[in-house]
């Protein structure tokens, strides 16, 4: 019985050095905040939802892309973000601003370019011209009408023509006159509106008898200068045009005919 006080006030001792940790330990009166839950991704329609319960454990498909968010999904680009490590920019690609769309206008290396004209490139031309000609064979005048039509090619400095030239008239005694000519011809000189060249020439010199009732003829080669001044000069490159020529030329006929003289033509060009 002696011990019981002192048993007593053992315990209220110990009562009184456990209340500031019972305290301490006592639980917040407050609500703790919910952890957030991340969406799920949604299951693929089709036969693979009727497999999803046993393959929960299974890696979702390389096929199907994972929602944002989700286990494995790539991370969801942010807007102002720094791109990630490895990703090539529109600076390393060497586009500027956006890239996309100078992708997207950039033309195909294979659609048609629209052809370029340079003035050294030739272009297909003709032209005509007929006038008034003399000329003399031994000495014997001859006039009549010319006429000369060509084909060939052109550029802003140079012109080449095949030509076919046909000369009708008669002498001065009235004796009936004619010549065929093939010739080449070639302006090498075109500064603005006047063109200077030369003309290579083969035909045939015909000429009516007096006493009897036939004809002379003679083959002959021979050669010739022209100069024209276009009058009216239209077309892409001012290249066509109403001219008038100028021609002096000379042939030597088997038979030593020689015949030259000059000619005046008014003719077009395109």
């Known amino acids: ?31 703790l905040p919910p952890l957030p839950t ?15 319960a ?16 989700a286990v494995g999904a790539p991370p969801a680009s942010v807007p102002g973000a720094a791109p990630p490590a490895g990703a090539l920019s ?21 659609a048609p370019r629209p052809r370029v004209v340079t003035g050294k490139e030739f ?20 006039t009549g009408g010319r006429l000369r039509l060509g084909v060939g090619a052109q550029n802003d400095s140079s012109a080449y023509y095949a030509v076919l030239s046909i000369l009708h008239g008669s002498t001065a005694e009235g004796l009936r006159t004619w010549d065929l000519r093939g010739s080449i011809s070639a302006d090498l000189l075109r500064t603005g509106i006047l063109r200077l060249g030369i003309d290579l020439e083969m035909g045939y010199l015909v000429v009516r008898r ?8 003679a083959l002959g080669l021979g050669g010739g200068v022209h100069g ?43």
């Open 1 to 31: 019985m002696s011990r019981l006080p002192s048993v007593r006030v053992a315990a209220v001792t110990a009562l009184l050095l456990a209340a500031p940790f019972a305290s301490a330990q006592e639980p917040s009166s407050e609500p």
């Open 38 to 52: 991340p969406p799920v991704a949604p299951l693929p329609p089709g036969p693979a939802t009727s497999g999803a």
């Open 54 to 69: 046993s393959s929960a454990g299974a890696p979702p498909s390389a096929s199907a892309p994972a929602a944002p968010g």
């Open 90 to 110: 529109d600076r390393d690609l060497g586009l500027a601003g956006d890239g996309g769309a100078q992708l997207a206008a950039a033309p195909a290396e294979d």
């Open 123 to 142: 272009r297909p031309s003709l032209k005509g011209a007929g006038g008034f000609q003399y000329a003399q064979a031994h000495g014997v005048p001859i």
């Open 210 to 217: 007096v006493t009897v009732d036939s004809r002379m003829w």
């Open 228 to 270: 024209s001044v276009d009058v009216y000069a239209f077309g892409p490159r001012d290249d066509h045009a109403v001219f008038l020529e100028g021609k002096l030329d000379a042939h030597l006929h088997f038979g030593s005919a020689f015949v030259w003289g000059p000619s005046a033509l008014v003719g077009i060009r395109y």
